[in-house]
């Protein structure tokens, strides 16, 4: 059965996984600390770059494996806010997107669907969780959706039980502000195995799986 997936989300010892403030020019507000050591080069696999394959690598690149489809927070699309301003942007990520599948960025403000040689097509819906992620898997076409974030929009999931398993790298940094992943979710480890896998870069793994159900 198709499972709804959340790979790489980095997250400071005090539970933070994204800065306050997002702009142009710092996409992931003052939150740089936290992406320091991560080498998205290994996404679609460790055979993409000639580097020492480590166990962060390794495991960073599970991130495109049995993915049919992404869903994603307006805030990681972009900076805008309320109404989409006519100024021709299309993500943060150019003219090859590394997603390379369809995406569904969740706003209440319409704007037309974007699409990229590569595959990449950007669907912009509102809706509740448990509606957007029904779009997604009718587009998944029978593979996993993964979550790609931010914090809040996981966070939705999470209190909507809609996760089936979740990678997190608890990164040594203490950032004292931010969005933080946890609020509201105190009843999280019963529903969950988590196992946990501490790296020679200080980075520590951890892998939720959801309690299976008779």
């Not at 991130?63 to 805008?80: D, N, T």
């Amino acid at each position: 059965m198709p499972r709804t997936r959340v790979h790489n989300l980095n997250v400071s010892l005090d539970g933070y996984a994204a800065g306050d403030h997002v702009s142009f020019d710092h996409p992931i507000g003052d939150a740089g600390q936290l992406f320091e050591q991560f080498d998205g080069r290994v996404i679609h696999g460790v055979d993409k770059v000639q580097e020492p394959i480590t166990v962060d690598r390794a495991l960073t690149s599970m991130w495109s494996q049995g993915i049919g489809a992404e869903i994603m927070g307006r805030r990681k699309f972009g900076p805008q806010t309320g109404e989409w301003p006519d100024d021709g942007w299309q993500g943060w990520w150019g003219d090859e997107p590394p997603f390379q599948t369809p995406v569904f960025v969740m706003t209440h403000y319409e704007h037309p669907p974007i699409e990229f040689a590569n595959g990449t097509s950007f669907h912009f819906v509102s809706g509740s969780p448990k509606e957007v992620l029904r779009l997604a898997q009718g587009a998944a076409d029978g593979r996993d959706v993964r979550l790609g974030g931010g914090p809040t929009t996981v966070r939705q999931f999470l209190q909507a039980d809609l996760v089936d398993f979740m990678h997190l790298v608890i990164v040594p940094v203490v950032l004292g502000h931010g969005v933080a992943l946890w609020d509201g979710l105190g009843d999280l480890r019963g529903r969950f195995v988590v196992e946990s896998v501490a790296t020679p870069s200080g980075l520590t793994h951890q892998f939720f799986n959801r309690v299976a159900t008779l």
